[in-house]
C-alpha cells in the first residue's frame, strides 16, 4: 500500500467532490472521465476503501470521502501556497474578479487582504453586481465570478449552501403592516424574484417601498423602519433581525454559492486566488 497521496489525486477528488459528478470533474481537470476516473481509483486504493456513494443522479461523499475532504483542501492549498513562493516570478499580472454583492463586502475583503499579503505582485480588481450579468463577462472580463444559483443547480465549485432569510427592524415593526413594504434589488436579483414568489404564494400583500442596487442602501432603508428586505442567514447588518413564520411571513429557498473560473485560463495568480477562496469561504 503507497504511503503518499500524489496531489494529483486530491485535486481530482476535489473536483468530484464539489462538482458532483465525474463529468464535472473531468471538464474542470480538462482530463476525459476516464483519466478521472483512474485517478480516483488510485486514490481509494491509497486510502483503503471507496470514497464516494454513487447513484444514477449524482455523486456524494461517503465517512470516509468526509474525512479525507477536511484535509484534502489544506494539503492543495499549502502545496500550491508552497510552489507560489518558490515560483513568485509567475504570480505577476492583473486577477479579475466578479461577486455578488454580500459576499464582496462581507467575505472577500479579508480574504484579498490574506492573498494580497502572500503574492503582493498581483493587482486583483473586483466588481459586483447580479449571478446572471456577472457570468456572462466570465472568460471576456472576468478570471472567476462569485455567484449564486437555486439550491441543487449545481453550477460551478459550490462553497456554501445559504439559507435567505427576512430581515426587518423590530423597533419598527412594519412587518405587521396589512401591504408588506419592501426593500428590494432591481428586477434581476434573485432574492427579491425568492421574496415575491413567496409572498404571492402565501397570499400576502406587498408593496414596493424602496428599491436600490445598493445594499448599504436597503439596509438603511430597513433599520430605519421603511421596509423590510431579503439577505443571508448571518450577513445581516447591524441592528436588522431575522423575521420568520412567526412574525407572518413565508419560508423562503435555499440557494447555492459557487465559484466560476474562466475555461482555459493558465493565469497563475487567478488560480491561486480560486484555491484560497475555495478554502476559505467554506469554512466561514
Known sequence: MENDIDIALLRAFLAIAEGGSFTAASRRLNLTQSAVSMQIKR???IAGG???ERNSRNVTLNRRGELLHS??????????ETLARMRDECFTGLVRVGAIEDYA????????????????????EVETGFSRALLDRLGD????VLAMHPAGAARGEV???????????????????????LALHPPGCQFRAAALAALDQ???????????????????????????????AGFQAKGLDILTEADGLPPLPSFEIAL?????????????????????????
Open 43 to 45: 486514490l481509494e486504493d
Open 50 to 52: 471507496a470514497l464516494f
Open 71 to 80: 484535509h484534502a483542501r489544506r494539503m492543495v492549498t499549502l502545496n500550491d
Open 105 to 124: 463586502v462581507h467575505a472577500l475583503p479579508g480574504i484579498l487582504a490574506q492573498f494580497m499579503a502572500t503574492h503582493p505582485t498581483v493587482a486583483v
Open 141 to 144: 472580463e472576468f478570471d472567476m
Open 159 to 181: 462553497v456554501r449552501s445559504e439559507r435567505a432569510v427576512w430581515l426587518g427592524s423590530r423597533l419598527h415593526g412594519c412587518h405587521a403592516q396589512a401591504v408588506l413594504p
Open 202 to 232: 402565501a397570499g400576502r400583500r406587498w408593496r414596493p417601498a424602496y428599491m436600490s442596487q445598493s445594499l448599504g442602501a436597503i439596509d438603511g432603508a430597513v433599520d430605519a423602519g421603511l421596509a423590510i428586505t431579503v439577505g443571508k
Open 260 to 284: 466560476h473560473r474562466a475555461p482555459r485560463r493558465e493565469n497563475a495568480g487567478a488560480n491561486a486566488l480560486a484555491e484560497l477562496l475555495l478554502t476559505r469561504l467554506q469554512s466561514i
